[in-house]
Every structure is written in structure tokens, then in C-alpha cells.
């Protein structure tokens, strides 16, 4: 049987902060364990790699609020009852069909945008002792700062766990026919039957346009006003 529903779920926004968000949390690992080679990758890359992770982060909470249906966070975000009742049927490989995230892959996403969040943030509060000092640092006191310091290398941790989870329920959607990595690259979801969550925009695209202006230029002055 051929698809038959075709909806677009992921607006051109949503699909330039996930991979500008991919890209800038490589940069963001990848810096940790080369800036100690000398003239590679000093540490303030890292902290800008930090820096434009905020900006995404502030782009997509307010996205979140401010953007397509699909994107809101209150048409993916599910109470615990509904949440467990697809776990039960995922687990029995009968899960129902979503256009935006399914009750599990909402609050996966909340939990990594939290951690990245802190990550972020918490950086702006630390130094490396010797050549740099993130735009915060000492704003809270030096006994604040070294706990931070210690959350935010245990969160690293946290967020490869996370990032590991993320790419293992890609595998297991693909699996069960659903390709969600092609859907964020193209925007489209095909189903053989409407989703559960089906819903009509009701914004129009001149105003969801002058919508992203704005959210963009807030977290454009976030990221310059932290750069500079």
C-alpha cells in the first residue's frame, strides 16, 4: 500500500536550528578534547561554539511559543498517562502515528534542550586559568563557579548519553518504517493513515515570516552581545 497523507512538519527554521545545533555541538566536543594543541582550536572556540549554542537554544524556546504548529511545544508535550500508554505500545511495536514528536520523543527533547541549556549557560561562568574568562565569570563567586565547573564536565557526560539515546530511537523509528532523519532534511512526514496529532496551521506565512525575523534577530543579539 502506497503513502497517501503527506503533511509538512518541520518548517525551514526548525530544520536550520537542528543542524545549525548538530554542527555546533560538534564544534563544541571537538574543541574540548583539542584545545590543548597548541595554535588548533584555542578555548575561546569552544566558548563560541557555547556561545551560537545559546542563540539556537533561544531561537527554539521561543520558536517553541512563537512558531508553526508543529513547532509549538504545546502540540508534542503530553501528560504522564498518555506518555506511558505509548511506551506500552512501543514496546509492543504498535505504536500510533505522529506528525510532530510522539508522547516519548517530546520529552526527550525537553530533557536534551535542558541539559543543553545548562551546558551553555553554565559555561558562561567559567575560566580556564590561564588565557580565558568566559563573559560571567566570577559573577557568582569563585566557590559557585568551581561547582558549576563540575556539573558542567559531569553534564558533558549527560549529553553524550543523551545525544546516544537520540540516534538509537532514529534507528528504531526507522525500523518500524518511520524515517524521521529524512523528514528533518526534506520538512515532509508521509503516513498511510492521519496522525494522531494531525492539526491545520493557523498562522499564515507572511506572519509566521515576520515572526522568525524577530526571534531571529533576539537570538542574533544574544550570540553578538556574548561574542563581542
Given at each position: 500500500m502506497r503513502d497517501k497523507v503527506a503533511i509538512n512538519v518541520w518548517d525551514i527554521w526548525i530544520r536550520l536550528f537542528h543542524w545549525g545545533l548538530v554542527a555546533a555541538v560538534l564544534m563544541s566536543f571537538y574543541t574540548t578534547k583539542t584545545s590543548g594543541v597548541p595554535f588548533l582550536f584555542p578555548v575561546e572556540v569552544h566558548a563560541q561554539a557555547g556561545y551560537l549554542i545559546l542563540g539556537l537554544l533561544v531561537f527554539r524556546c521561543l520558536w517553541g511559543v512563537l512558531g508553526s504548529i508543529y513547532a509549538r511545544f504545546n502540540t508534542f508535550l503530553y501528560p504522564p498517562s498518555k506518555t506511558a500508554a505509548y511506551s506500552k505500545a512501543l514496546i509492543k511495536r504498535?505504536?500510533?502515528?505522529?506528525?510532530?514528536?510522539?508522547?516519548?520523543?517530546?520529552?526527550?527533547?525537553?530533557?536534551?534542550?535542558?541539559?543543553?541549556?545548562?551546558?551553555?549557560?553554565?559555561?558562561?561562568?567559567?575560566?580556564?586559568?590561564?588565557?580565558?574568562?568566559?563573559?560571567?565569570?566570577?559573577?557568582?563567586?569563585?566557590?559557585v563557579g568551581s561547582q558549576l565547573r563540575t556539573l558542567h564536565q559531569w553534564n558533558s557526560d549527560l549529553l553524550i548519553i543523551l545525544i546516544v539515546l537520540h540516534l538509537v530511537g532514529l534507528v528504531v523509528h526507522r525500523l518500524l518504517g518511520e524515517p524521521l532523519l529524512t523528514a528533518m532534511l526534506a520538512g515532509n512526514k508521509r503516513f498511510r493513515q492521519q496522525p494522531i496529532d494531525a492539526r491545520n496551521e493557523t498562522l499564515d506565512a507572511s506572519t509566521l515570516r515576520l515572526r522568525a525575523l524577530g526571534v531571529l534577530l533576539i537570538a542574533a543579539g544574544v550570540v553578538l552581545w556574548l561574542w563581542f
Amino acid at each position: 500500500m502506497r503513502d497517501k497523507v503527506a503533511i509538512n512538519v518541520w518548517d525551514i527554521w526548525i530544520r536550520l536550528f537542528h543542524w545549525g545545533l548538530v554542527a555546533a555541538v560538534l564544534m563544541s566536543f571537538y574543541t574540548t578534547k583539542t584545545s590543548g594543541v597548541p595554535f588548533l582550536f584555542p578555548v575561546e572556540v569552544h566558548a563560541q561554539a557555547g556561545y551560537l549554542i545559546l542563540g539556537l537554544l533561544v531561537f527554539r524556546c521561543l520558536w517553541g511559543v512563537l512558531g508553526s504548529i508543529y513547532a509549538r511545544f504545546n502540540t508534542f508535550l503530553y501528560p504522564p498517562s498518555k506518555t506511558a500508554a505509548y511506551s506500552k505500545a512501543l514496546i509492543k511495536r504498535q505504536p500510533g502515528s505522529y506528525a510532530s514528536h510522539n508522547p516519548l520523543g517530546g520529552w526527550m527533547v525537553v530533557v536534551m534542550l535542558l541539559s543543553l541549556s545548562f551546558q551553555a549557560a553554565s559555561g558562561l561562568f567559567l575560566s580556564d586559568d590561564i588565557f580565558f574568562q568566559a563573559p560571567l565569570y566570577g559573577l557568582l563567586g569563585e566557590g559557585v563557579g568551581s561547582q558549576l565547573r563540575t556539573l558542567h564536565q559531569w553534564n558533558s557526560d549527560l549529553l553524550i548519553i543523551l545525544i546516544v539515546l537520540h540516534l538509537v530511537g532514529l534507528v528504531v523509528h526507522r525500523l518500524l518504517g518511520e524515517p524521521l532523519l529524512t523528514a528533518m532534511l526534506a520538512g515532509n512526514k508521509r503516513f498511510r493513515q492521519q496522525p494522531i496529532d494531525a492539526r491545520n496551521e493557523t498562522l499564515d506565512a507572511s506572519t509566521l515570516r515576520l515572526r522568525a525575523l524577530g526571534v531571529l534577530l533576539i537570538a542574533a543579539g544574544v550570540v553578538l552581545w556574548l561574542w563581542f
